[in-house]
């Protein structure tokens, strides 16, 4: 188990060695996910742990963990989204490699000979963000008249003024 956090890392070097990674860092250190997050915010827990699987391919298993302040789209309000991520990826050096993967594998790209360790980390908060965040159905806090269920629905009958009004108007002191 590492103690500091490496800003680098040999992923394949890792798997050869078994190396586990575990601690918590604070949420405002990754740049990306700040900037959806709408407070202040805690930390993120994770376990990261090496190795090789049957196929000798370097493998990344373990967890991340987290409560993420987002903004609730039904009352604009905060909502507290808590996720848990199961890790289980392979480190690949291309996308020919990637695609000789079975499908249930998740490939991670490896560019460079190397993995910039936040980056692995806020990549995977930011895939467990929702398409759009809210608070559970009735959980919201607004008042109850401001729910769309419940806001008076305006008359289909009501008198409108025509557009073309002005034209008929136009036309008969043309006469």
Same mark, same amino acid.
């Given at each position: 188990?590492?103690?500091? &956090?490496?800003?680098?890392?040999d992923?394949? !070097? &890792?798997a050869?060695?078994g190396?586990?990674?575990? +601690?918590?860092? @604070?949420? =405002?250190?990754f740049s990306?996910?700040?900037?959806?997050?709408l407070? @202040?915010?805690? =930390?993120?827990? &994770?376990?990261?742990?090496?190795? !090789?699987?049957r196929?000798?391919?370097?493998?990344? +298993?373990?967890w991340?963990?987290?409560v993420?302040?987002? #903004?609730? #789209?039904?009352?604009?309000? *905060?909502?507290?989204? @808590?996720?848990?991520?199961?890790?289980?990826?392979?480190?690949?050096? +291309? $996308? =020919?490699?990637?695609?000789?993967?079975?499908?249930?594998?998740?490939?991670?790209?490896?560019?460079?000979?190397?993995?910039?360790?936040r980056?692995?980390?806020?990549?995977?908060?930011? $895939?467990?963000?929702? #398409?759009? /965040?809210?608070? *559970?159905p +009735? /959980?919201?806090h607004?008042?109850?008249? %401001?729910?769309? %269920? *419940?806001?008076?629905?305006?008359?289909?009958?009501?008198e409108?003024?025509n557009?073309?009004? /002005?034209?008929?108007?136009?036309?008969?002191?043309? #006469?």
């Amino acid at each position: 188990m590492l103690k500091r &956090f490496p800003d680098r890392l040999d992923p394949w !070097r &890792f798997a050869d060695l078994g190396k586990e990674i575990d +601690g918590e860092l @604070p949420l =405002d250190t990754f740049s990306r996910l700040s900037a959806c997050l709408l407070g @202040p915010a805690g =930390d993120v827990s &994770f376990k990261l742990v090496f190795g !090789r699987d049957r196929e000798r391919r370097a493998t990344l +298993g373990g967890w991340l963990k987290a409560v993420l302040p987002l #903004q609730c #789209q039904r009352c604009l309000e *905060e909502v507290d989204l @808590p996720v848990d991520i199961r890790l289980s990826m392979v480190f690949v050096q +291309g $996308l =020919d490699e990637a695609e000789m993967l079975p499908e249930e594998v998740d490939p991670w790209l490896v560019e460079e000979d190397h993995v910039v360790f936040r980056e692995l980390i806020e990549d995977e908060l930011l $895939l467990a963000l929702p #398409q759009v /965040a809210m608070h *559970e159905p +009735g /959980a919201c806090h607004t008042p109850a008249a %401001e729910t769309s %269920e *419940e806001r008076p629905k305006e008359s289909s009958k009501q008198e409108r003024e025509n557009p073309f009004a /002005a034209l008929a108007e136009y036309k008969r002191d043309k #006469q």
